[in-house]
T-cell receptor, first 113, second 115 residues
Framework: DGGITQSPKYLFRKEGQNVTLSCEQNLNHDAMYWYRQDPGQGLRLIYYSQIVNDFQKGDIAEGYSVSREKKESFPLTVTSAQKNPTAFYLCASSIRAGGTEAFFGQGTRLTVV | AQSVTQLDSQVPVFEEAPVELRCNYS??????LFWYVQYPNQGLQLLLKYLSGSTLVKGINGFEAEFNKSQTSFHLRKPSVHISDTAEYFC?????????????WGAGTKLIIKP
């Protein structure tokens, strides 16, 4: 089945540690996105990539980093510089950057302990 | 500035009653419109979309929405809700601005079904 796979579903991190969230898609989509979701705040864009080897900052990129070395993979690193990393993280992809729907993974819930 | 407003943060409704979830947007350019549903601790799933053509759009699970360009609205409706419709619903707008596509999200509306 085609789709987007995020792993792990739950992740615990100690303060001061970097952590990487995985996102893989086999839909042959060019565009990929990372969103952060906090209660009552909807979705906020962290980073997006319209094509391999290219990515752009979203609205809340500080404390995060990404790479897009392969079309199917768009990992997100939450660094120790992110002040409040506890949240639900969603990865999405779309055929192209605009005018089409996005397909979402099941999310990763990150908790800092 | 472009924005999407979901007018109600929560909508309680009795089972088998009709429901309307409201979405208004602000944009000076042409838009594409989407409604997504999110069940607890899961990702978002597309309910329906408006890209062009008929302004009345039918989606999955018995939902439909109507694009009203003059009122810049895209309200979601269902004639009879079921307990399984309990979820959060997000409206989103895709538009081309300064040669870049942007996808702007509403804050979400929680649909609460009362038995």
């Amino acid at each position: 089945d085609g789709g987007i796979t995020q792993s792990p579903k739950y992740l615990f991190r100690k303060e001061g540690q970097n952590v990487t969230l995985s996102c893989e898609q086999n839909l042959n989509h060019d565009a990929m996105y990372w969103y952060r979701q906090d209660p009552g705040q909807g979705l906020r864009l962290i980073y997006y990539s319209q094509i391999v080897n290219d990515f752009q900052k979203g609205d809340i990129a500080e404390g995060y980093s990404v790479s897009r070395e392969k079309k199917e993979s768009f990992p997100l690193t939450v660094t120790s510089a992110q002040k409040n990393p506890t949240a639900f993280y969603l990865c999405a992809s779309s055929i192209r950057a605009g005018g089409t729907e996005a397909f979402f993974g099941q999310g990763t819930r990150l908790t800092v302990v | 500035a472009q924005s999407v407003t979901q007018l109600d943060s929560q909508v309680p409704v009795f089972e088998e009653a009709p429901v309307e979830l409201r979405c208004n947007y602000s944009s000076s350019v042409s838009v594409y419109l989407f409604w997504y549903v999110q069940y607890p601790n899961q990702g978002l799933q597309l309910l329906l979309k408006y890209l062009s053509g008929s302004t009345l759009v039918k989606g999955i699970n018995g939902f439909e929405a109507e694009f009203n360009k003059s009122q810049t609205s895209f309200h979601l409706r269902k004639p009879s809700v079921h307990i399984s419709d309990t979820a959060e619903y997000f409206c989103a707008v895709s538009l081309l601005l300064d040669s870049n596509y942007q996808l702007i999200w509403g804050a979400g509306t929680k649909l609460i079904i009362k038995p």
